[in-house]
């Protein structure tokens, strides 16, 4: 799991020892010297997430965070506070200013490599919900950047699980005075509270009596009525080792005690903000588009969104320097089928085609029907040799078993071609790439159909 790291610092010493450490875990590192170059560099989406100096001479990294996150463009990028400065109400400005944590100089590199992997993890969840609602607003769906800006993170529901009353009996009026707050201090019921309640943040003390917090979170990042429900920790401050741990089974933010009244209001604004913003995508990509960019027969993504969102995943593979690999699939004689067995059996061939070609490919990848008995899959990350094995798993799983049509009554063998190309070089069009794909399943179907060609290099 890599991402593209931008460093922004006045000082060079600081920026080589940040970037020193995380090369070292394999990230790719960019730099900006003052608060302009970062923000231009944002604009033209080229970083991940952002490790903010705040003292610095043209805009403070707090004006910075804060035009960040105002614009619909940018607002979606995680911003990390690196600082010296280490008072309580630093912090609360730089998190009221939209920054997603406030890390205090020295930062352990242990501390610092923990949370960038677990908001690199967010930033890949939300760039593909981000991505497919872009291609929504180009068919006419509004997306929802302009209320995510606007958005105060306040009038949220959060569920406090928490079994000492000196600690929930002040911690549960403070965050009643902005949200809806209910208090679980029995941990062997908050599962199911949790999953009851339609919660938009979840805090947990890791410090329960008789119960491991940790695995409290990680049971309910296992359910998925609660997946996507963000958990704000509160530890005690001598345990990095298990907040670290919390970090990695999937804790979005942590508090550690003494717990300031401002502070836990802030961070609690922020993870209600994000909350909504990706329940807004996913109500974009799976509601409010769906009937647009759906084949009503197979269930795949129609041809219309293929068009418009493989533009937006080949821009984003050129942008990050990853490879993007494509395959047209074909059925073999898929004519003959609707003249032996009728246009209903076909239809039947065609839905289950796309069954296994969901069950062979990742969440990430774009399948979509092509038109007729054709189909396309877009790869992200994945260059030929693999696509080529993905291929080849797909192709058997459609011929290793038959195909039940008339209702189950009878069965059929079907077999399909399958033709690959990658995304080359950077002035390569998509078009370009999906038509070497196609010729490569012309090849595939000449030389005898059932099987995988892959188009010369």
């Known amino acids: 799991m890599s991402a593209r790291i931008l460093i922004v610092d006045d000082v060079p010493a600081n920026v080589k020892l940040l970037e020193a450490r995380l090369s070292a875990e394999y990230f790719d590192v960019i730099t900006a010297n003052c608060g302009t170059q970062a923000l231009e560099i944002c604009e033209r989406a080229e970083c991940d997430i952002i490790l903010l100096d705040v003292m610095m001479p043209d805009i403070d990294g707090f004006e910075v ?214 329940d807004h995508l996913r109500d974009n990509v799976q509601s409010s588009i769906e009937m647009a960019i759906t084949d009503g027969l197979t269930g795949l993504h129609n041809r219309r969104y293929l068009e418009s969102h493989m533009v937006a995943l080949a821009e984003q593979a050129v942008t990050r320097g990853k490879p993007l690999a494509l395959m047209i699939l074909d059925i073999d004689h898929f004519k003959s089928i609707n003249d032996t067995y009728g246009h209903d059996a076909g239809d039947d061939v065609l839905r289950e085609f796309a069954v296994r070609i969901r069950k062979s490919v990742r969440g990430i990848d774009l399948a979509a029907r092509y038109g007729g008995e054709e189909f396309v899959v877009v790869m992200p990350e994945t260059d030929l040799h693999v696509a080529g094995i993905v291929a080849e798993r797909l192709r058997q799983a459609v011929a290793s078993e038959p195909f039940a049509i008339e209702k189950g009554a009878r069965r059929i063998d079907v077999t399909m071609s399958i033709g690959l190309s990658m995304l080359e070089r950077k002035g390569e069009s998509i078009a370009d790439a999906l038509k070497r794909a196609d010729q490569a399943l012309y090849r595939a179907k000449h030389a005898g159909r059932n099987r995988v060609v892959a188009a010369a290099a």
Request: glycine fraction near 6%; hydrophobic fraction near 40%.
């Open 65 to 278: 965070c804060r035009r960040l996150k105002s614009n619909p463009k940018t607002h979606f990028i995680p911003v990390v506070m690196v600082t010296a400065l280490d008072s309580p109400s630093d912090r609360v400005r730089g998190l009221d200013a939209g920054a997603d944590d406030f890390l205090t100089k020295p930062v352990s590199d242990v501390v610092l490599i923990a949370r960038v992997r677990s908001l690199t993890r967010l930033k890949m969840m939300t760039d593909e919900l981000r991505m497919r609602a872009i291609t929504s607003l180009e068919i006419g769906v509004q997306a929802p950047e302009r209320d995510a800006v606007a958005d105060t993170g306040k009038g949220g529901r959060i569920l406090l699980i928490e079994d000492r009353p000196s600690s929930y009996e002040r911690l549960g009026p403070i965050l009643a005075a902005e949200h809806t707050v209910d208090v679980e201090p029995n941990p062997t019921e908050a599962l199911f509270h949790a999953a009851e309640g339609n919660y938009d943040l979840l805090i947990v003390s890791l410090n329960l009596e008789n119960h491991d917090g940790l695995r409290l979170c990680s049971q309910a990042r296992s359910l998925e009525r609660t997946r996507s429900v963000p958990i704000l920790a509160i530890s005690d401050a001598d345990n990095h080792t298990q907040l670290l741990r919390g970090m990695e089974i999937g804790v979005n933010d942590y508090l550690l005690r003494p717990v300031d009244k401002n502070e836990l209001l802030a961070r609690a604004r922020t993870q209600i903000r994000r909350r909504r913003y990706t």
